[in-house]
């Protein structure tokens, strides 16, 4: 049996939920994570991983496969996380308690993590589009045009968002950065 | 620092401080979608393949459309509403040509 994504949603728009289940199984990781990248609070990542998956289930018969259900998968956890934001205060990720890396990289220094903890800092107080981009791009790996297609706008667009967010951050860590 | 430098920095600063995958946290998700599911919205222009889906399941549907279809065709049969159009039907078909071409006999009434 065919268990693309494709095929699966295909079930699912006929009201198939073991297939539901499995494309939940599937993505849910995903997603979780991109969340809470966005949202730097883990509570409101899995209201927004679950709702993501609800309207999974809801819009499956309305769905067509014109990109990957991972890229519109990506897009509705993203509007998810921005209408949040507009909604609540954004916490820190170092408040967030996040889970981290417990094993640091051979030859790491103190200099470098003191430069990559005031990074990750400094993207979560970036406008909210921009720290979009920003983890879409560089956590996720997405091309310009796929983080286009997740924002739901043009290429260009998502270079500027890109280049003003970097700018942004360089500004926030020059004095560590030029040391 | 060059763009170059900056991007890695940038892209080992978020890989390294991004959270690794929360078990409990996706269960607790999976669980919550295990619930039943709500409605789904139908999209409108399937609504015409209902009618062509072989796969007869659900049956139901097919076949209270079916039955309902028979139903009024009984109806109409047994009430004689279509005999008007046979009565209709069958009277033009019953003409004289020579009716509608020559006019009657003023003293007979007759036609030719």
Same mark, same amino acid.
């Given at each position: ?10 079930? $699912? ?42 309207? /999974? ?9 014109? +990109? ?66 920003? /983890? ?11 983080? +286009? ?5 043009? $290429?260009?667009? $998502? ?16 004095? $560590?950065?030029?040391? | ?7 890695? &920095? ?10 690794? *995958?929360?078990?409990? #946290? ?12 709500? *409605? ?5 222009? *399937? ?14 549907? *097919?076949?209270?459309?079916?039955? #309902?279809?028979? #139903? ?22 019953? &003409? ?6 020559? @006019?009657? @006999? ?7």
């Amino acid at each position: 049996m065919d268990d693309s994504d494709e095929a699966l949603m295909a079930r $699912v728009a006929r009201g198939d939920e073991r297939a539901f289940r499995e494309l939940a199984r599937r993505h849910v990781p995903a997603m979780l994570g991109l969340a809470r990248r966005i949202l730097g609070n883990a509570a409101d990542a899995e209201d927004v991983a679950q709702e993501a998956m609800l309207r /999974v289930w809801t819009q499956a018969p309305r769905w067509q496969p014109l +990109a990957a259900l991972r890229t519109w998968l990506s897009r509705v956890v993203v509007n998810l996380c921005l209408d949040r934001k507009r909604k609540a205060q954004w916490v820190e990720l170092e408040a967030a308690g996040e889970i981290k890396d417990p094993a640091p990289l051979a030859g790491d220094s103190a200099e470098t993590a003191e430069r990559e903890r005031l990074l990750a800092a400094a993207v979560a107080e970036l406008p909210a589009r921009q720290r979009a981009a920003i /983890v879409l791009s560089y956590t996720e790996g997405m091309s310009n045009a796929q983080v +286009a297609e997740v924002l739901d706008t043009t $290429v260009s667009a $998502v270079e500027t968002l890109l280049v003003r967010g970097k700018q942004n951050l360089r500004r926030a860590l020059a004095q $560590v950065i030029e040391e | 620092m060059i763009d170059n430098e900056f991007d890695r &920095l940038l892209e080992s600063a978020l890989k390294r401080r991004a959270p690794q *995958r929360d078990e409990a #946290a996706v269960n607790r998700v999976l669980n919550r979608l295990a619930a039943p599911l709500p *409605r789904q919205r139908a999209a409108l222009w *399937r609504w015409p393949t209902v009618l062509l889906d072989w796969q007869f399941a659900p049956a139901w549907p *097919r076949m209270a459309a079916l039955g #309902a279809s028979l #139903a009024v065709g009984f109806v109409i049969g047994i009430s004689g509403l279509d005999r008007g159009i046979d009565h209709a039907g069958s009277s033009a078909a019953n &003409l004289d040509l020579g009716s509608l071409v020559f @006019e009657p @006999e003023t003293l007979t009434g007759e036609r030719p």
